[in-house]
């Protein structure tokens, strides 16, 4: 064999990075020992694999071409080590998950997962929908749990569960007693809502589109608690996943609201590539999250 899957590694790196020496430091070498090593992977087969654009190495046509195969290489020559060393159990695996799923149903997840599989070694990256459809299109993470509708050739998408968004106000708030809003409510209130490339803006957006130009928006926040609060301190009316208001409503401090003729019912979605290999820990978290499916 004329390659090792140690320049594999470095390749991956790179690509991941765009930077030799940042791959080299999440690989624990010098930055000379990965240049060489990447060097003598392109002058083996006589190919080029980065395109270099300022002080970037950018995958070129053929780099992306080798990109999922080599992701795919690399995973199950990962997964014959675990299962030769058995004190490693079934191996690691990356998950991302988007802030409203990450920080309400994930973690239960992560507490069942890791009790059927303890010796497992499992990590989880939150952020927003195009930060988390991304990095899984990256080979970053594993599996990603997301709440927005994506379109990207590179990623299978499968339906989890079913969402509601809910408007709420402060108990204090001149619109606390109305509980369904008209239209003319809607655009005389001032909005708190969650950043663009966020799912729980991305359906606020859809299911607003024709009043969407006028109405007041007062602040984007990317964390719902800031939501929450700014919401609770009387600032304005909020939108937000019934996943995470559901125990804020309880406590008595904020008022669900509905809107007349606007339904927010949405989906979330497990997400992987569609080249990524399917590790026994990979199956064993998606048929853990399909045992809450709704």
């Given at each position: 064999m004329k390659f090792t899957l140690r320049q594999l590694e470095i390749f991956l790196a790179t690509a991941r990075h765009e930077n030799l020496s940042r791959a080299a430091?999440?690989?624990a070498m010098s930055q000379s020992a990965a240049s060489d090593a990447l060097?003598?992977?392109e002058h083996q087969f006589d190919i080029r694999l980065f395109d270099r654009v300022g002080k970037r190495l950018q995958l070129n046509d053929f780099g992306r071409l080798l990109q999922p195969r080599a992701e795919e290489l690399l995973s199950r020559a990962k997964e014959m080590e675990h299962t030769l060393s058995a004190h490693e159990g079934i191996g690691a695996i990356k998950v991302g998950a988007t802030l409203s799923i990450g920080?309400?149903?994930c973690i239960p997840l992560l507490d069942q997962y890791r009790k059927r599989y303890p010796d497992s070694r499992i990590s989880l990256e939150v952020g927003n929908t195009a930060q988390i459809s991304s990095m899984v299109a990256n080979f970053e993470?594993?599996?990603?749990?997301?709440?927005?509708?994506?379109?990207?050739?590179a990623l299978e998408i499968t339906r989890w569960r079913n969402d509601n968004l809910v408007?709420?106000?402060?108990?204090?708030?001149?619109?606390?007693?109305?509980h369904l809003l008209t239209d003319a409510d809607l655009l005389?209130?001032?909005?708190?809502?969650?950043?663009?490339g966020?799912?729980?803006r991305q359906t606020f957006d859809r299911v607003m589109h024709d009043i969407l130009p006028q109405l007041k928006i007062e602040l984007e926040l990317?964390?719902?608690?800031?939501?929450?609060?700014?919401?609770?301190?009387?600032?304005?009316?909020?939108?937000?996943?019934?996943v995470v208001l559901q125990s804020v409503f309880e406590q008595g401090d904020l008022i669900p609201l509905m809107a007349k003729d606007r339904g927010f019912s949405r989906s979330f979605y497990l997400i992987m590539h569609k080249h990524k290999y399917k590790s026994a820990a990979i199956d064993h978290w998606l048929q853990l999250c399909m045992e809450q499916v709704d």
């Open positions: 430091a999440e690989l060097r003598e992977l920080n309400f149903l993470l594993d599996v990603g749990l997301i709440e927005g509708e994506i379109n990207n050739s408007i709420f106000c402060s108990r204090d708030h001149p619109m606390a007693l109305q005389a209130a001032r909005w708190i809502l969650r950043e663009s966020s799912g729980t990317q964390h719902t608690e800031a939501i929450v609060q700014a919401v609770k301190a009387g600032m304005g009316l909020g939108c937000l996943s019934q």
